[in-house]
Nanobody
Framework: VHLVESGGGSVLAGESLTLSCEAS????????MSWFRQAPGEEREGLAI???????RYTDSVKERFTISRDNANRTLFLRMNSLKVEDTAMYYC???????????????????????WGRGTQVTVSS
């Protein structure tokens, strides 16, 4: 399994970014995929999950501003981030729950320990 994030960068508060996560090595459309972030000195925080059926869930801190989506044909996960704030500055990671063969993932979990594989992250820096 291989997950590679891209799209991070430095922006001003109020601007937007779209992160991507290209995936390989497992049955993409059967999986649940999520975005996490970790700021210096803080614990990793689960932000958003998209299940195999396309349903989504967000943590309160990003609801209404961030949108998670997936392109199953191109095996890519996205995170559209609008109205960015200084406190959104962090390393952003994608992660995946890979179900057993022949099954589909329907978890709602944003707990780190439930995820099987992680990307190396992409840095987002928001300045005022």
């Amino acid at each position: 399994v291989h997950l590679v994030e891209s799209g991070g960068g430095s922006v001003l508060a109020g601007e937007s970014l779209t992160l991507s996560c290209e995936a390989s090595g497992y049955t993409f459309d059967a999986s649940c995929m999520s975005w996490f972030r970790q700021a210096p000195g803080e614990e990793r925080e689960g932000l958003a999950i998209i299940r195999s059926d396309g349903r989504t869930r967000y943590t309160d801190s990003v609801k209404e501003r961030f949108t998670i989506s997936r392109d199953n044909a191109n095996r890519t996960l996205f995170l559209r981030m609008n109205s960015l704030k200084v406190e959104d500055t962090a390393m952003y990671y994608c992660a995946v729950v890979v179900p057993d063969d022949g099954l589909y993932c329907y978890t709602w979990s944003l707990a780190e320990h439930d995820y099987h594989y992680w990307g190396r992250g992409t840095q987002v820096t928001v300045s005022s």
